[in-house]
C-alpha cells in the first residue's frame, strides 16, 4: 500500500480538490502536519489516500480466525435451500418494466 501511495504522490498534481472546514479543524489540521514536517496539502493528500486505501481494503479482504474461517466455510459448503419466493421476486416483472 505504501508504493501506491508514494506512486501517486510524486505524480505531478493537476487536480484540484477544494474542502471547507471549521477554524478548528483547518487549525488542527495545520498542526498536525507541522508535526509531520509536511505541508498542508502534502499533508491531506497523503493522509486521504491511506484512508481511502484503508476503506477499499476492507471491502476487498476481511480477516477470520480459525473459528470462524470454519464457520465460514461450513456456510458455504451448505446444500442450497430452495427459495421459491425470492426465484419468483428476482425472475418476475421489475417496477421499471
Not at 470454519?70 to 425472475?91: D, G, M, Y
Amino acid at each position: 500500500m505504501e508504493v501506491v501511495l508514494m506512486a501517486v504522490a510524486v505524480q505531478q498534481r493537476s487536480e484540484r480538490i477544494d474542502i471547507r472546514a471549521n477554524a478548528s479543524a483547518k487549525r488542527i489540521l495545520q498542526e498536525a502536519a507541522r508535526a509531520s514536517h509536511k505541508n498542508l496539502s502534502d499533508y491531506l493528500l497523503e493522509n486521504g489516500l491511506a484512508a481511502a486505501e484503508q476503506t477499499l481494503a476492507d471491502r476487498r479482504l476481511f480477516a477470520l480466525d480459525d473459528q470462524q474461517w470454519k464457520k465460514f466455510q461450513a456456510a458455504l459448503n451448505r446444500p442450497v435451500k430452495r427459495k421459491p419466493r425470492l426465484a419468483k421476486l428476482l425472475t418476475g416483472k421489475s417496477v421499471f418494466d
